[in-house]
Structures are given as structure tokens and as C-alpha cells.
């Protein structure tokens, strides 16, 4: 399926809760989880540094902050691994919209079943504050 430049799949956390992942198990993804596969999408979240500086290209995107320093540890459909293509800003507080390629890949062993080829990852802020 040809994908018009510009134009990604708004994807959300919700529909990737749907895969109720299962390590022990290696639980299939639904259907509908699989065919996100190698879709370009653009999806909402906070970002987790897994390195440090002020601009990243590897961090997780998690649904919420209530997951990220002092909270428990989110299940593995609440969070994306994100490989930036280049690095970007890294925003702490603020919600993030990212934009690239997701890949549905089960890899417990590294900690992930969602990865994102990013491509654009910028902060919304509140406009006029």
C-alpha cells in the first residue's frame, strides 16, 4: 500500500494495548497490531532518555509519566522503543508527537515489542501561555 508523503496513521497507545504481550507465553500480536507493521504512523506520548544530553536518538515513548521514573514499571504495550534518525530535543515534561516507521517486533529480551524508526519528534506546548 503506497503511503502519500505527508500523510502518517494516527496511532494511540490504546490500540497498542490491545496486544496483551505475554514473554513467557510469546503471545502473537492481534491482527490488527500486525498489520501496523512497517506502517509510517504519528503517535503522542512522554519521552524516557536512554542516554543522556540534551539532544537523544534513543529514548521510550511512554503512554504517560505516571510509568516513567517513579512509578512501576509500564507493560510492554505502554511503551515504544525510538530510534531518532537524527537526535533531537529532549523534553522532559512535556507531551512529545513522533513521527517515523513502526516496527512490531518482540524482543523481551532487550525490553521491547514496539520499536519506531523515528523520523520527527516535537513538543506540544501550550500556545499563548
Same mark, same amino acid.
Request: aromatic share 10%; glycine share 8%; charged share 25%.
Given at each position: 500500500?503506497?503511503?502519500?508523503?505527508?500523510?502518517?496513521?494516527?496511532?494511540?497507545?490504546? &490500540?497498542?494495548?490491545?496486544?496483551?504481550?505475554?514473554?513467557?507465553?510469546? &503471545?502473537?500480536?492481534?491482527?490488527?497490531?500486525?498489520?501496523?507493521?512497517? /506502517?509510517?504512523? /504519528?503517535?503522542?506520548?512522554?519521552?524516557?532518555?536512554?542516554?543522556?544530553?540534551?539532544?537523544?536518538?534513543?529514548?521510550?515513548?511512554?503512554?504517560?509519566?505516571?510509568?516513567?521514573?517513579?512509578?512501576? /514499571?509500564?507493560? %510492554?504495550?505502554? %511503551?515504544?522503543?525510538?530510534?531518532?534518525?537524527?537526535?533531537?530535543?529532549?523534553?522532559?515534561?512535556?507531551?512529545?508527537?513522533?513521527?517515523? /516507521?513502526?516496527?512490531?517486533?518482540?524482543?523481551?529480551?532487550?525490553?521491547?515489542?514496539?520499536?519506531?524508526?523515528?523520523?520527527?519528534?516535537?513538543?506540544? &506546548?501550550?500556545?499563548?501561555?
Amino acid at each position: 500500500m503506497a503511503e502519500e508523503p505527508g500523510k502518517e496513521l494516527a496511532l494511540t497507545f490504546s &490500540t497498542l494495548m490491545t496486544w496483551e504481550f505475554d514473554a513467557k507465553k510469546n &503471545t502473537p500480536p492481534p491482527e490488527a497490531v500486525k498489520k501496523l507493521d512497517g /506502517r509510517r504512523v /504519528r503517535i503522542t506520548g512522554f519521552m524516557y532518555p536512554l542516554q543522556g544530553g540534551s539532544h537523544i536518538r534513543h529514548f521510550c515513548l511512554l503512554r504517560t509519566t505516571q510509568t516513567c521514573c517513579y512509578g512501576p /514499571r509500564p507493560q %510492554y504495550n505502554q %511503551y515504544l522503543l525510538v530510534e531518532m534518525a537524527k537526535p533531537t530535543p529532549f523534553h522532559r515534561l512535556d507531551p512529545v508527537i513522533c513521527v517515523g /516507521r513502526l516496527r512490531v517486533e518482540p524482543n523481551p529480551d532487550d525490553g521491547y515489542i514496539y520499536r519506531l524508526e523515528g523520523e520527527m519528534c516535537e513538543a506540544i &506546548t501550550e500556545k499563548g501561555s
